[in-house]
């Protein structure tokens, strides 16, 4: 990585500029292994399991933008994937809105929250960004303990799935798994162009050494800031999709847990990686379902997890593999 | 006097100064917490996620010491830090001493999981209701102040923890110990080229660090339930804390905690809504006219 930025301002690596679409050639392949996936899943798979599990993929994409590519640990995703979940949730019940528009307008109020978060804590870097989105998150939980739209304590309940574009009935489980599967596609296809885009490009190198990007003439805090509201509004999707899916918003998805679980399937996929996040996510998904009866020793084993990670396998599981094979996953 | 501060502040003075009596008490834990964070950070280059669950281990270890082998408040007190700050040489030499070359962002992860599991250990042995700790005898009762019933041990916490900031002040400004300690903070290659065993320091400067937490939490014991779970949610205010008062300045980081302590309890009295989000909102508006906090360095 450090032999990019010295090699010049917009690095292209040879295998991105073969690849197709922007993919290198296995990432092209580890692609068309997850659309198939997507599509046998159901047919393997409990629906309302492999849905969860997309949603928190594609919350986990989101973060990963922030910390994979831009190097900005934000410990408060919680606030903008909650925030998604609360408005989406809200909207489609008491105002009858079609799932698409809840969920385009949970993620819009999720990505201004994102702004004005992102333009607070960015004024820091490193230690002190994390300890401020912390903080600014443990904000929102409070306000939405309190605040009447969110139902406090009981949370949202009884949320309308609907019918999308007010004709398919999302109701039965394979309606909405199809939903979700193609929001989530869209989703991750989007952090990807992202990523691969000269705005990307840019982004990694702050990521590598902001002064030098500084010195370049970027204004490294407007792509900082930009990079944070379209990772808060990704987190927002995935929330309000989630809220649409169970049909329940709660306290929880808003939760400094929540954060921290987000921060854990990052980790144990592998940070910066493009499919790391969401296998990381299945992973944590599958455990704490497996797990449910066992209370609170999930949260050892997921305190545990944390640590073998940061200890030993700092690349992550798709990290590691793609050392092994050395190609770019 | 006290009608004519009533007809001020539009509140009944006691509730007035209940309120601000409560809020010292929690600016007392704000100001032991975030003063161990600044001193491990000052040295460490971590922050440490685990305070809360550590913080949380002092009351409990207070709270088996007596119910387990009989000892009682005053013992916990210097005992429990110890225990605790003694878990916390483990931590640092077994998992923390390997990070030092990474990103410090490693450093919060690992913490914020060993947090994790310390929490959920204490969940799983002694549930989430709570378990009481008395007043010891010495301390309870109240004391009429003409204005307000004051509780001793109220009083207490306030005075003591003041003296402990202020001797760890004196410890690091006017000691050689100190001075080891602010030269390593500033280059710690150069201060080992002098001879000191500067890992040993580190170490130290953990388990000082996490026994003040520790400590702080036997003097909440008394005052809230002790509970798994009393940690974690204080630590995310103290980090707040820790970014409005910046880590630059030890007394900076006491005068953040007090201050933001009363300002809480004002709060409470006047916009008790707000009481929960006051710190944070706070710690934005610094953010925007001083992004180094009020005591910080640049």
């Known amino acids: 990585m450090a032999s990019e930025t010295t090699a010049g301002p917009m690095p292209t690596t040879t295998a991105e500029a073969q690849g197709l679409w922007g993919y290198s050639r296995a990432q092209f392949v580890a692609l068309l292994i997850l659309i198939a996936a997507l599509i046998a899943g159901p047919f393997f798979l409990y629906p309302v399991f492999l849905m969860k599990l997309l949603c928190f993929a594609l919350f986990a994409c989101a973060f990963n933008l922030l910390i994979g590519y831009v190097g900005l640990l934000s410990f408060g995703h919680a606030a903008y994937f909650g925030m998604g979940g609360y408005i989406a949730g809200y909207t489609a019940k008491a105002w009858g809105f079609t799932p698409e528009v809840a969920v385009i307008t949970g993620a819009l109020v999720a990505g201004l929250q994102g702004w004005v978060f992102g333009w607070i804590a960015i004024r820091r870097q490193g230690i002190y960004f994390a300890m401020i989105t912390l903080a600014m998150a443990q904000m929102v939980y409070f306000v939405c303990v309190q605040a009447p739209f969110t139902g406090g304590e009981d949370g949202i309940q009884a949320i309308p799935r609907g019918r999308l574009f007010g004709i398919i009935d999302l109701g039965p489980d394979m309606n909405m798994y199809w939903f979700v599967a193609a929001v989530f596609l869209l989703g991750f296809v989007m952090v990807h162009r992202v990523i691969h885009s000269p705005y990307g490009q840019v982004l990694k190198a702050i990521r590598e050494n902001e002064p030098r990007a500084t010195s370049l003439g970027y204004r490294t805090d407007d792509y900082k800031l930009v990079a944070f509201i379209l990772s808060a509004t990704l987190a927002g999707v995935a929330g309000g999709v989630k809220s649409l899916v169970f049909g329940i918003a709660t306290l929880t998805d808003v939760h400094w847990s929540m954060s921290g679980e987000v921060v854990l399937m990052t980790l144990v996929g592998g940070l910066g990686t493009v499919f790391g996040p969401m296998v990381g996510a299945a992973v944590i998904v599958t455990m704490q379902n497996y797990l449910a009866e066992m209370g609170a020793w999930v949260t050892v084993i997921q305190g545990a997890i944390f640590v073998a990670v940061v200890l030993a396998f700092r690349r992550g599981l798709v990290g590691e593999i793609a050392n092994l094979l050395k190609v770019k996953l | ?298």
């Open chain 2, 1 to 298: 006097m006290l009608e004519f501060l009533e007809t001020i502040t539009g509140v009944p003075t006691p509730l007035l100064f209940g309120q601000l009596l409560l809020g010292l008490i929690n600016g007392a834990f704000y100001a032991m917490l975030s003063l161990g964070l600044a001193v491990i950070f000052g040295l460490l280059n971590i922050i440490n996620f685990t305070h809360g669950a550590q913080f949380m281990m002092g009351a409990f270890v207070a709270w088996m010491l007596l119910a387990w082998a009989g000892i009682g408040y005053w013992g916990a007190l210097i005992l429990a830090p110890l225990i605790v700050g003694a878990t916390g040489v483990v931590i640092e030499r077994l998992m923390i001493s390997r990070l030092y070359k990474l990103d410090h962002l490693y450093g919060l992860l690992l913490t914020f999981g060993i947090g994790l599991m310390i929490e959920g250990v204490f969940r799983n042995e002694f549930g989430s209701s709570g378990l009481p700790y008395r007043i010891p005898a010495e301390l309870s009762g109240a004391w009429d102040l003409g204005f307000m019933f004051m509780p001793i041990y109220r009083g207490w916490v306030v005075v003591f923890s003041l003296v402990i900031c202020l001797a760890t002040w004196l410890v690091i400004e006017k000691t050689r110990l100190g001075a080891y300690l602010r030269a390593a903070t500033e280059n710690a290659p150069l201060v080992q080229a002098f001879g000191v065993n500067v890992p040993r320091m580190i170490t130290l400067t953990y388990g000082a660090g996490v026994a003040l937490a520790a400590l702080a939490g036997v003097l909440a014991a008394p005052i809230y339930s002790v509970n798994p779970q009393m940690g974690t949610n204080l630590i995310i205010v103290v980090f707040a804390v820790v970014v409005i008062g910046g880590m630059g300045s030890i007394l900076g980081s006491v005068i953040t905690g007090f201050g933001l302590g009363v300002v809480e309890g004002l709060t409470k009295v006047y916009w008790p809504e707000a009481s929960a989000t006051v710190i944070f909102v706070i710690m934005a508006i610094v953010l925007l006219t001083r992004p180094a906090g009020l005591f910080g360095r640049a």
